[in-house]
């Protein structure tokens, strides 16, 4: 028997798959920043044309979805799977989205690591000859998170310097056994790594530790140095928690020269009112499937280091005194057809 695990977390895809459609949508204030462009939507309202922030984020999942079924020039009939996530208890933006759907769905809680986790298990179902196609989807909205997780917009709380801004965003993939795309050859399962951090308005400190282990953990299975990957991206560590992270690999002895950030880059950090950059499930969904996919469908790069990372927490653990556990994986993807 063959096994398709190298090292200690790493997965080596046989047959990689492919992805063949890919859409995003975004907010008003998501669509004012430096990534405008990316965008394929953009609610200059933040609505979705629904009445409450949650029925929002149904909408934008709706939407994407349905976007990225039409580039792949396939229908929802023809899905295998679908797995969706997102922040709100019980993943309501997710299931209610896929209800009107019958397509054999997981709904799945990794926070704002949850895109990286669905490509990883669709990748697994599709390597693996479960089936012919599988589309992740993740969303996250400004409005519904602050509900949730803080107070009510009414409120108007104050943020900390290390705050960082939830995006009102949404993508989605599809992937296929077979055709031509950019290709996920190789994903690293992160684990769980909590340093005690308490403060749940710096989730880039509680996360960056999660973001360097699943990182040299990638490099030492696959034996591959970071110079391998024209960009490692990780999601949602912001300013302070990417500088982290590279304090971080630099103990481990690896240097990064070719880092960035979803929630680094998804806002003008200069101009916007976002302290220490973006996150939700949203940001690197939305970054993923538009500014980092169309870079390799352009050439721009060639090989991609896809690192979602998580703050596991939740109002409840918070009040009772618990620290953020964090998570954070890595998916290889290649531009080459």
């Known amino acids: 028997m063959t096994s398709k695990k190298i090292g200690e977390q790493t997965l080596a895809f046989d047959r990689p798959p492919v992805i063949l459609g890919r859409a995003n949508a975004a907010g008003r204030k998501e669509g004012e920043g430096p990534l405008s462009a990316t965008f394929d939507y953009i609610d200059n309202r933040d609505t979705f044309g629904q009445p409450t922030w949650e ?27 679908l797995f969706a996530g997102d ?24 926070a704002c690591s949850t895109m990286g986790e669905g490509l990883i298990l669709a990748s697994m179902a ?90 040299a953990a990638h490099l030492r299975d696959t034996k591959r140095s970071p110079d391998f990957y024209d960009l490692i991206v990780t999601g949602d560590l912001g300013v302070l928690g990417s500088e982290l992270l590279l304090e971080l690999l630099d103990r481990e002895g690896i240097s990064l020269h070719n880092h960035t950030d979803c929630g680094s880059i998804i806002y003008d950090l200069q101009a916007q009112d976002v302290h220490c ?8 969904a939305s970054v993923l499937t538009g500014y980092l996919l169309s870079g390799l469908e352009a050439g721009r790069w060639k090989n991609l280091l896809f690192c979602p990372t998580g703050a596991l927490h939740s109002p409840t653990a918070a009040f009772q005194g618990e620290s953020i556990p964090g998570i954070c994986h890595a998916v290889a993807i290649s531009g080459g057809n």
């Open 277 to 284: 950059g973006g996150s939700g499930c949203g940001c690197c």
């Open 87 to 110: 922040l709100l208890n019980q993943c309501i933006a997710s299931a209610y989205a896929a209800r009107d759907r019958c397509v054999p769905y997981f709904g799945l809680y990794g």
């Open 126 to 215: 599709l390597d693996g000859g479960f089936g012919s196609h599988a589309a992740v989807t993740a969303s996250s909205h400004f409005c519904s998170a602050e509900r949730q997780y803080r107070t009510p917009l009414e409120y108007g709380g104050q943020r900390t310097p290390t705050a960082q801004w939830t995006v009102t965003g949404a993508g989605a993939v599809v992937l296929g056994r077979d055709g031509s795309g950019p290709k996920i050859t190789h994903a690293t399962v992160g684990k769980i790594v909590d340093k005690g951090v308490t403060d749940t308005n710096n989730m880039g400190a509680a996360m960056a530790p999660a973001a360097c282990a699943a990182i």
């Open 55 to 81: 029925q929002s984020e149904c909408a934008m999942q709706r939407q994407v979805l349905s976007d990225a079924l039409k580039k792949a020039g396939l229908s929802g009939e023809q899905l295998d799977f």
